[in-house]
């Protein structure tokens, strides 16, 4: 009689596969740990992140809790008012305890930069979390402006509207729940109830679902919302990656949009290369 070995021993094969390779990714973040963590993305929390990644396409949130426990950390310890020590102690919680997909403190100083000089009074931002740039922004924007922030889930826009209250920046900051991909309803909300129209946005923060930046720009520019030297940044670029946004501008510069492209690292870490775009509206096509 004939065994069909072969159908039998791959499952097998493959347990015994993942098992060893859970042993050793294990093994390798207990030693990283040991060493004081030279290595900053071999981290339980940075792989609990990136398992729980179709979740957080889906909810915008890891899955494990750390949003709120990073909510719970910032009522309980910073001082209310604090705006520098609550934007240092989210680098710290995602430094330390849980990795927080946030622009971060490299990054985030580009993003500084592009506002101090834009001096932009109208702000959009697309993609909250848990409102660390936003409070970035709030630190450096001029005197009477605001940030519009859209977030498509309202977990989070809950987490970060908390967070701001206690740095003391909730009145600059108007939290937006949705999308602007969302058939209209968003833009419309935009438009009605906080009186976005022809020209009045300054200052746009691209930091959502990667596939939406462009689809997202194309919408803001249709609905006439900038103006000549309105300024777009925009964060991952290359990591997770925007290449259909990248190739647009490329196409577009000189022309519609003159762009300045930003080398940097993923946040909280300096061996994984990304990309900051921003991009400055001309207005008009050139020859
Ligand atoms: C990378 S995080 C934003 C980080 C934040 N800008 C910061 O630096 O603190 C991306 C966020 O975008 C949200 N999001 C995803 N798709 C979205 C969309 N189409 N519109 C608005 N928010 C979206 C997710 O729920 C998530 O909270």
Same mark, same amino acid.
Request: with cysteine; glycine share 10%; hydrophobic share 45%.
């Given at each position: 009689m004939r065994r069909t070995v072969g159908s039998s021993a791959a499952p097998e094969r493959a347990a015994v596969l993942a098992?060893?390779?859970?042993?050793?990714?294990?093994?390798?973040?207990?030693?990283?740990?040991?060493?004081?963590?030279?290595?900053?993305?071999?981290?339980?929390?940075v792989l609990r992140f990136l398992l729980g990644s179709r979740r957080l396409v889906r909810e915008g949130r890891v899955g494990d809790?750390?949003?709120?426990?990073?909510?719970?950390?910032?009522?309980?310890?910073?001082?209310?008012?604090?705006?520098?020590?609550?934007?240092?102690?989210? =680098?710290?919680?995602?430094?330390?305890?849980?990795?927080?997909?946030?622009?971060? =403190?490299?990054?985030?100083?580009?993003?500084? =930069?592009?506002?101090?000089?834009?001096?932009?009074?109208?702000l959009l931002e697309l993609g909250t979390y848990c409102g660390y740039s936003a409070l970035r922004a709030?630190?450096?924007?001029?005197?009477?402006?605001?940030?519009?922030?859209?977030?498509?889930?309202?977990a989070n826009a809950d987490v970060a509207q908390r967070i701001w209250e206690i740095a003391g920046v909730s009145d600059r900051i108007t939290s937006v729940v949705g999308s602007l991909g969302d058939g209209g309803a968003t833009m419309d909300r935009l438009a009605a109830e906080y009186g976005f129209s022809s020209?009045?946005?300054?200052?746009v923060f691209l930091d959502h679902a990667k596939e939406a930046y462009l689809p997202d720009l194309l919408r803001i520019e249709d609905a006439g919302w900038l103006h000549p030297g309105s300024v777009v940044v925009a964060d991952n670029v290359l990591t997770p990656g925007a290449p259909d946004y990248l190739a647009y501008l490329r196409g577009e510069e000189g022309r519609r949009w003159?762009?300045?492209?930003?080398?940097?690292?993923?946040?909280?870490?300096?061996?994984?290369? =990304?990309?900051?775009?921003?991009?400055?509206?001309?207005?008009?096509?050139?020859p």
């Amino acid at each position: 009689m004939r065994r069909t070995v072969g159908s039998s021993a791959a499952p097998e094969r493959a347990a015994v596969l993942a098992v060893l390779v859970a042993a050793f990714v294990g093994g390798a973040v207990v030693a990283n740990r040991l060493a004081g963590k030279p290595v900053p993305f071999l981290r339980w929390s940075v792989l609990r992140f990136l398992l729980g990644s179709r979740r957080l396409v889906r909810e915008g949130r890891v899955g494990d809790g750390r949003e709120e426990a990073l909510a719970r950390r910032v009522v309980e310890v910073a001082r209310p008012g604090d705006l520098d020590g609550v934007i240092e102690l989210i =680098d710290d919680f995602a430094r330390r305890t849980s990795f927080l997909m946030n622009v971060g =403190d490299e990054k985030g100083l580009l993003l500084d =930069d592009a506002i101090v000089r834009a001096r932009p009074l109208r702000l959009l931002e697309l993609g909250t979390y848990c409102g660390y740039s936003a409070l970035r922004a709030a630190r450096v924007m001029p005197p009477g402006a605001r940030l519009y922030s859209v977030e498509s889930s309202a977990a989070n826009a809950d987490v970060a509207q908390r967070i701001w209250e206690i740095a003391g920046v909730s009145d600059r900051i108007t939290s937006v729940v949705g999308s602007l991909g969302d058939g209209g309803a968003t833009m419309d909300r935009l438009a009605a109830e906080y009186g976005f129209s022809s020209g009045s946005v300054d200052f746009v923060f691209l930091d959502h679902a990667k596939e939406a930046y462009l689809p997202d720009l194309l919408r803001i520019e249709d609905a006439g919302w900038l103006h000549p030297g309105s300024v777009v940044v925009a964060d991952n670029v290359l990591t997770p990656g925007a290449p259909d946004y990248l190739a647009y501008l490329r196409g577009e510069e000189g022309r519609r949009w003159r762009t300045v492209p930003h080398r940097t690292h993923v946040e909280y870490q300096k061996v994984l290369p =990304d990309l900051v775009l921003e991009s400055t509206l001309l207005g008009v096509a050139q020859p």
